[in-house]
């Protein structure tokens, strides 16, 4: 495993994260067995990976319990992890269920860290942009936290690059914590933040974690042009069906035959095209499987000639779309 540092901090992380959305039971196409969630987790320990990744939104909580109790069963020392959380989306009906209101985000601190079994979070991230809360409370609410000792750094993800400028100099001018992270969704089919908040965090030295990877495993080759998915999360999620355009399939295409080419895997491949910009710290990937896991750990030993990096990039040209979403 190789390790970088978070950005401009000094905090050390695995060059891949550990997405952990997909250990619950929201939705048919997640790993709902906790035996098999927690053999996963296991695994990447041994293989080296210490930042992990989660949401209190995911499966509603469950995500932070499962790993949460796969860390203390596997009994590696803290200092070495780096634990993430986010906070944002709806955790219950009725008023004050969701957002960046400092009651919002001080209530949900405390429940990820209890689901998580945790003292501190080493990266305590906002989900969303929330246009109902100043970001100035928002942030009063973090550096609350970071006092407390509950946080040990604060990260953003997915917004429009104005927005996060907003945030980061009203930290400057407040004399604030600072957001040292973004988390984006950024693969070689989805590339729009590079038209977005990508120069942003170059310029201000802000770590970036890419979520999404493999684009929500179209990037692996599963799929196939002209075939409608009859399983998978991409035949029950509308999130996918932005994936299926005849630009994606191109460049698809251009990774099947560059794979073949240097012996890899469409998802190696994929990963390795990431790995290789600077700006990117770690992607975080979601395998389902202990395979699927260490076929992707793979991906760190490719090199990539830039005239290969070209090739895959040729097909398509970064649009920023203001509607698009996250996870």
Known sequence: MEYTHLGETGLEVSRLCLGCMNFGTDQPWMVHDREQARAVIHRALDLGITFFDTANIYSQGESEEILGEALADADRDRSELAVATKVYGPMHDGPNGQGLSRKHVLEQAEASLERLGLDYVDLYQIHRWDDETPI????????????????????????????????????????????????????????????????????????????????????????????????????????????????????????????????????????????????????????????????????????????EIERLEAPQTPVWNAEIGDV
């Open 136 to 307: 100035d409370e928002t942030l009063s609410a973090l550096d609350a936290l970071i006092e407390a000792g509950k946080v040990r750094y604060i990260g953003a993800s997915t917004m429009p690059a104005w927005k996060f400028m907003k945030a980061l100099s009203r930290a400057d001018v407040d004399n604030r914590e600072r957001f040292v992270s973004m988390q984006c969704e950024y693969n070689l089919v989805d590339r729009h933040e590079e038209a977005n908040v990508l120069p942003l965090c170059a310029d201000q030295g802000i770590g970036v974690l890419p979520w999404s990877p493999l684009a929500g495993g179209f990037l692996t080759g599963k799929y196939e042009r002209g075939e409608d998915p009859e399983d998978g999360r991409a035949a029950s999620d509308e999130f996918m069906e932005k994936r299926f355009t005849e630009e994606n399939w191109d460049v698809l295409e251009v990774v099947r035959d560059l794979a073949d080419e240097k012996g890899l895997t469409p998802a190696q491949l994929s990963l390795s095209w990431l790995l290789h910009k600077d700006l990117v710290d770690a992607p975080i990937v979601g395998p389902r499987t202990i395979d699927h896991l260490e076929g992707t750990v793979g991906a760190l030993e490719v090199e990539l000639t830039d005239g």
